[in-house]
């Protein structure tokens, strides 16, 4: 029997990247599908891409609280019912002094990470708490423990804010059936990055900021495999929990294996 064997899930912002890899192993493992991106075309070339009777999509923009609304009805009316929904739809600033950005690039992860966390929760909660159970997976990140985000302050400060949002939700809701939890999907050659297209603030730190991403950096396949873990039987009855693709133990064994790896070839990478 497979872990998610007849769950359903809505995975926000999953037509690339890390979304898309937890979309997929979640219907390795059994479960129905609703992905989603602010982008038709995403939608419509991820859907074509994954081609599976299990998985459909709609799409939604996280910042707007009813979108997130015709999102859960969209998944409900699809697949009958509802089990997990995964808030990771995410965005990040361009790598900038605040004062050399305008406003509205540090407000830009304040509206879709937290935000759109926020709308999910608040969306899904009526619904599972009437039906006495279902999980929440809130995304963390850079910001949510002991690394500062110089350059992306907004980006770290709406990663900070979802893990208090997180951890007070589970406090509120605990004993409901409902587990609302976070994972940390560590660092990921993702486009959320900036490496596509580095402004000038990032150029300068570029040879730095690669050895670092070829240290702690992994393939979302991580990330996924613990939220496959958070989604599955073994949350079952559990509040605040907080897993990390880059527990301490994890980043500890990154960093002495780095040598290793670089003499090998064993760098990845890959943009995901």
Known sequence: MKQLDGKIAIITGSTKGI??????RFLEEG????????????????????NSP?????ACDVSRYRE???LIEFAIERFGALDILVNNA???EPFERIINAPLEAWYAPIETNLKGTYHGCRAVLPYFLKRGKGKIINMAGAGTGRFNTPYISGYGSSKAAIYRLTMSLSEEYKGTGVEIMLLNPGMVRTEILGLHAPPPELQKRMQTFEKIIDIFGQPPSVAAGLAVKLASSWSDGKTKVFLSALSRPRSQWLLLSYPFRKFFGKIDRTDY
């Open 31 to 50: 479960a129905k599908v609703v992905i989603s991106s602010r982008s038709e075309a995403n939608l419509e070339k991820a859907l074509a891409e994954i």
């Open 90 to 92: 995410g965005v990040a």
């Open 68 to 70: 997130v609304e015709s």
């Open 19 to 24: 979304g898309k890899a937890i979309a997929k």
């Open 54 to 58: 299990n998985v459909a999509g709609k």
